[in-house]
Nanobody, 124 residues
Framework: QVQLVESGGGLVQAGGSLRLSCAAS????????MGWFRQAPGKEREFVAA????????NYTDSVKGRFTISRDNAKNTVYLQMNSLKPEDTAVYYC?????????????????WGQGTQVTVSS
């Protein structure tokens, strides 16, 4: 049984920081690309960031480049998303995602497993 459990969401003021974690179980996740998506109210779920199996390659959506950093610890089967300089438009439910493959690119239709989501709210 594959499980992805996110944590670290919360309420923060604009300009602040949060660190999301996603603990995975049920597979050897060092063989998988891991990433994050987000979904704001009334909007479609969108890609945020992905990281390759070794952790050496990453991919970000343009709106978070320079502010967010994705990393992983394969020994702990955990992926992280460090979010700095948060803006109100970053407010969303953030979902951990996993897919098989080599290149760290993800779409909603390519994801194999989803987490349950964690709320991030950025106040102005």
């Amino acid at each position: 049984q594959v499980q992805l459990v996110e944590s670290g969401g919360g309420l923060v003021q604009a300009g602040g920081s949060l660190r999301l974690s996603c603990a995975a179980s049920g597979r050897t996740f060092s063989n998988y690309i891991m990433g994050w998506f987000r979904q704001a109210p009334g909007k479609e779920r969108e890609f945020v960031a992905a990281i390759g199996r070794s952790g050496r390659t990453t991919n970000y959506t343009d709106s978070v480049k320079g502010r967010f950093t994705i990393s992983r610890d394969n020994a702990k089967n955990t992926v992280y998303l460090q979010m700095n300089s948060l803006k109100p438009e970053d407010t969303a439910v953030y979902y951990c995602a996993v897919r098989s493959g080599v290149i760290p690119k993800m779409t909603t239709t390519s994801v194999d497993y989803w987490g349950q989501g964690t709320q991030v709210t950025v106040s102005s």
